[in-house]
T-cell receptor, first 113, second 114 residues
Framework: NAGVTQTPKFQVLKTGQSMTLQCAQD?????MSWYRQDPGMGLRLIHY???????DQGEVPNGYNVSRSTTEDFPLRLLSAAPSQTSVYFC????????????FGQGTRLTVV | AQKVTQAQTEISVVEKEDVTLDCVYE???????LFWYKQPPSGELVFLIR??????QNEISGRYSWNFQKSTSSFNFTITASQVVDSAVYFC???????????FGGGTRLMVKP
């Protein structure tokens, strides 16, 4: 099983550029989430989805958009990248609510110059 | 609001020592879930344990054990006879009942020296 697949693994952007971080899971999980990891701050929730067509904001949503048109995919869009968005991004999926574990992708290291 | 605090940012031990990683949480929910994840130098997040708020039994898995105490809002993790391969960043996390959205602590970097 592939599990949760994130692409790309590394990306360098110039300030103001846009890009989409891809996330796909093959476990038929309803719940998907995006987190960013910054030194000393753990992981912080950006956006999440509890099913196809349903998304909501997490703790740090500004500057990011998401959509969930299928159960499998949950892309994260940066419309106009800023240096403050330099981070490692993780996508996660889980079968249901809080009583299930989250499976994480390998992460995308994004640098905005 | 939920909050998870891992006061120890870095711990260094010598191989075979026991080490305890502290985790203190805050939540107003009566039903919640606590997790520990390991992040080795390769960067992926590895699930270690899940505990729900109604189950205060301690758990042991090999060299790993977890002590959940609702009275002190703590969910501490102990590694017995540490090994170099245990070197990693360890995250404690909290989730609400209605969803899997995790609130993470800042992480504890454990360095086990040979």
């Amino acid at each position: 099983n592939a599990g949760v697949t994130q692409t790309p693994k590394f990306q360098v952007l110039k300030t103001g550029q846009s890009m989409t971080l891809q996330c796909a899971q093959d476990m038929n999980h309803e719940y998907m989430s995006w987190y960013r990891q910054d030194p000393g701050m753990g992981l912080r929730l950006i956006h999440y989805s509890v099913g196809a067509g349903i998304t909501d904001q997490g703790e740090v949503p500004n500057g990011y958009n998401v959509s969930r048109s299928t159960t499998e995919d949950f892309p994260l869009r940066l419309l106009s990248a800023a240096p403050s968005q330099t981070s490692v991004y993780f996508c996660a999926s889980s079968l249901g609510g809080g009583d299930t574990e989250a499976f994480f992708g390998q992460g995308t290291r994004l640098t905005v110059v | 609001a939920q909050k998870v605090t891992q006061a120890q940012t870095e711990i260094s031990v010598v191989e075979k020592e026991d080490v305890t990683l502290d985790c203190v949480y805050e939540t107003r929910d009566t039903t919640y879930y606590l997790f520990w994840y390991k992040q080795p130098p390769s960067g992926e997040l590895v699930f270690l344990i899940r505990r729900n708020s109604f189950d205060e039994q301690n758990e042991i898995s090999g060299r790993y054990s977890w002590n959940f105490q609702k009275s002190t809002s703590s969910f501490n993790f102990t590694i017995t006879a540490s090994q170099v391969v245990d070197s990693a960043v360890y995250f404690c996390a909290l989730s609400r009942h209605a969803g899997n959205m995790l609130t993470f602590g800042g992480g504890t970097r454990l360095m086990v020296k040979p």
